[in-house]
């Protein structure tokens, strides 16, 4: 597996592994299955697995430092913070037990500790804020975060689906390693102002949904395929017209990707990639299938002429849909 950087102080494989489906969203799997791929990656030179405190709540944390635990050495893990959780509650945005925005200095230390003890590692490789709460401004979130790293718990910091000005003021604080936000060939919301940010400040830029929830890979063709539990169902992209409308559009990508002899995921994935040496798009993957077949991608080579081909076939004016409800878009962008 090729290696990039974000920023800095990481090194990690090109393409990495996002667990949250394992235990949180997707309708999760059993804890043996989840470790065997877990395992899997890393045999495959996949280093680089990027986790939360609000997937499960909580459970998904504890897999993954139980299935890495003998592989520490090798591998980078990535956490978030950035909401106050009630057990007992629904949850503001429809996933999972989130209640409020909290990124006040006293949450950020204590989701910390706990993270550090359900990962059962000594320091977190790189530690998130998960979307920017306007009730705290940045320069004190950021201020909590460095002191972290300072007493050794953290090693590198990171925002998630901040704006541009956001993450200039964070980087003035402390250095920003990576900015993790949604981004794909139906996504393309960073390309404004987020991935020349990361550019020319030096820091990584890590998609996540690189695949549009797995619509990308071309075997989703109805909302009914999806388990009773699975949080897409909710989502604008795939309620049954716009669906179908985008499926078209999946079908054409399939074309060229039967032309360039992959599948239509990899070829999602090369093109992410080839937007700049600095990303590093966090599939996720439950079935090893899908995690080898995600890995060739950074294998895959792309000329200019289809890298275009690429992007208009699926370009975001075509796309029917929002990428979230608009619980979930209040918190994005900011």
Not at 232 to 239: I, S, V
Request: negative net charge; aromatic residues 6%; charged residues 30%.
């Amino acid at each position: 597996m090729k290696t990039r950087k974000l920023g800095q102080e990481l090194t990690v494989s090109a393409v990495g592994l996002g667990c949250m489906g394992m235990s949180f969203a997707y309708g999760g799997q059993e804890e043996k299955d989840a470790i065997r791929t877990l395992h899997r990656a890393v045999e495959i030179d996949v280093t680089f697995f990027d986790t939360a405190e609000v997937y499960g709540p909580f459970e998904n944390e504890k897999l993954v430092g139980k299935a890495l635990k003998d592989v520490r050495d090798r591998v980078v893990i990535a956490t978030k913070f950035g909401f106050r959780i009630d057990p007992s509650g629904s949850g503001i945005v429809g996933l999972g037990r989130r209640q409020e925005l909290d990124s006040r200095p006293e949450n950020v230390k204590a989701v910390a500790e706990a993270s550090l003890k359900r990962l059962g590692i000594d320091v977190i490789d790189l530690f998130y804020q998960h979307r920017v709460d306007p009730n705290v401004p940045i320069e004190e979130t950021v201020g909590a975060m460095a002191e972290l790293v300072r007493e050794g718990k953290v090693r590198t910091l990171g925002l998630s689906e901040a704006s541009a000005a956001t993450i200039r003021r964070a980087h003035a604080v402390h250095p920003i390693a990576a900015v993790q936000s949604e981004y794909s060939l139906w996504t393309r919301d960073p390309e404004e102002e987020v991935l020349a940010t990361c550019r020319e400040l030096g820091i990584g830029f890590v998609p996540y949904s690189p695949l549009g929830r797995g619509l990308l890979t071309g075997t989703i063709r109805k909302a009914d395929e999806l388990g009773a539990d699975d949080w897409r169902k909710t989502q604008p992209r795939f309620q049954a017209e716009n669906l179908a409308a985008n499926v078209a559009l999946v079908d054409t990508l399939e074309e060229i990707a039967k032309e360039k002899g992959v599948t239509t995921a990899q070829l999602a994935l090369a093109w992410v990639l080839h937007q700049g040496d600095f990303i590093v798009p966090i599939p996720g993957a439950r079935k090893i299938k899908h995690l080898e077949e995600n890995a060739v991608a950074a294998d895959i080579v792309l000329d200019s002429a289809e890298i275009a081909r690429i992007g208009e076939a699926l370009s975001p004016s075509r796309v029917a849909g929002k990428r979230y409800a608009e619980a979930m878009l209040a918190l994005v962008d900011k």
